[in-house]
Nanobody, 127 residues
């Protein structure tokens, strides 16, 4: 199994940009479907973006579509989340997650579709 470590979080002004990275260690990284989730204080952890093993397919929550871009570099065992036009409501702890199973797309937008999680990185957007 892979181990995931997020980085790149911090404080940014509304309208600004931030890029998160998720570094994976382990075998067969390209076999994993990868996702980014976020959890605001007092709220449930929700899906933000997902990407297939070789990066040919992506999926986004409506709340981030057009502003966030997920990508991966399998030669570096790393997944990225480029966040543009950030809003205060984007403030949350962002988690990287991996799924080793082939599951329907609906499952891949839920936390139940993932079996490996990073520890999270804080993103704070000020107004």
């Amino acid at each position: 199994q892979v181990q995931l470590v997020e980085s790149g979080g911090g404080l940014v002004q509304a309208g600004g940009s931030l890029r998160l990275s998720c570094a994976a260690s382990g075998r067969s990284f390209r076999s994993y479907y990868m996702g980014w989730f976020r959890q605001a204080p007092g709220k449930e952890r929700v899906f933000a973006a997902g990407i297939s093993g070789i990066g040919s397919s992506t999926s986004y929550a409506d709340s981030v579509k057009g502003r966030f871009t997920i990508s991966r570099d399998n030669t570096k065992n790393t997944v990225y989340l480029q966040m543009n036009s950030l809003k205060p409501e984007d403030t949350a702890v962002y988690y990287c997650a991996a799924s080793s199973a082939a599951l329907p797309i609906l499952v891949m937008t839920s936390t139940s579709g993932y079996n490996i999680w990073g520890q999270g990185t804080q993103v704070t957007v000020s107004s």
